[in-house]
């Protein structure tokens, strides 16, 4: 039995098909940068924060109370300003009495400062919004400083990372859209070609791309290997023919 067909010119799409990481636009192991004990957790593992948002919190209770002791010190020499001042104007007190009472104002001052700035580097707060994975700490325990405490990523939208080689370099630009998909998935969503790096690889002759993903819908990871898709030029005019109307001789290298 013959079967025949009648073949018509076809436009196929140029496209590079590729392997990519994706990537976290923000990420950070978030730590502590005074030592002390955990205090209070305001948020569970795996939720999602917004910038600014406090998540863990050490024991400031010394620093506060030592902090209340410096505002009432500052409290104390602002007055002691306003008094010396009409007597100042009088001259009825010498200018190194006034200029003291200045500096014992300003040290005040200082020392405030500088205690709630103790107290604000004793909480955690999300430096963006994302999400959290699992905390690495516990009420009640103790922590050095600098210890990490809780990671923190932001995946909508996500980074695609891969490589083309350098010949594809003159047929892409940043913008165009760039199909992406998991391994796994036959479903694609479409992202958006927003970086080339400016240097070829020297070894390998390729090129590193990065593709902005929305992920709205959270499926891809930091991490996650995908497969992208790349038009790499305007479609072209072919003559398709089913794949089984081409076969190889037994023997030798002849195409029927």
Do not use: C
Request: glycine fraction near 8%; aromatic fraction near 6%.
């Amino acid at each position: 039995a013959v079967t025949t067909i009648i073949t018509k010119s076809e436009q196929w799409p140029q496209t590079y098909e590729g392997i990519g990481t994706a990537r976290a636009p923000q990420g950070a192991i978030l730590s502590v940068e005074e030592p002390g004990t955990v205090s209070k957790i305001h948020v569970e593992s795996g939720a999602e924060v917004q910038a600014g948002q406090l998540l863990v919190e050490l024991d400031t209770s010394v620093e506060e109370a030592q902090l209340d002791g410096a505002k009432a010190r500052l409290v104390l020499a602002r007055y002691e300003i306003e008094r010396l001042k009409p007597l100042r104007d009088r001259k009825a007190i010498s200018k190194s009495n006034f200029d003291q009472a200045e500096a014992e104002l300003r040290s005040a001052d200082a020392q405030a400062k500088s205690l709630s700035a103790l107290i604000t580097r004793k909480r955690v707060v999300a430096p963006f919004s994302g999400t959290v994975g699992i905390r690495q700490v516990n009420l009640g325990e103790y922590v050095a400083a600098g210890r990490g405490i809780i990671p923190l990523f932001s995946s909508r939208p996500i980074f695609v990372d891969f490589t083309v080689p350098q010949v594809l370099l003159g047929t892409i630009k940043v913008g165009q859209p760039v199909e992406v998909s998991l391994s796994e998935s036959t479903t694609t969503t479409t992202g958006k070609l927003t970086a080339i790096d400016p240097q070829v690889n020297e070894r390998t002759r390729n090129i590193a791309l990065q593709v902005t993903v929305p992920n709205e819908d959270g499926k891809l990871r930091p991490g996650m290997f995908v497969r992208v898709s790349l038009e790499r030029g305007a479609p072209i005019d072919v003559i398709a023919l089913p794949a089984s109307s081409v076969s190889y001789a037994p023997y030798g290298d002849t195409v029927w």
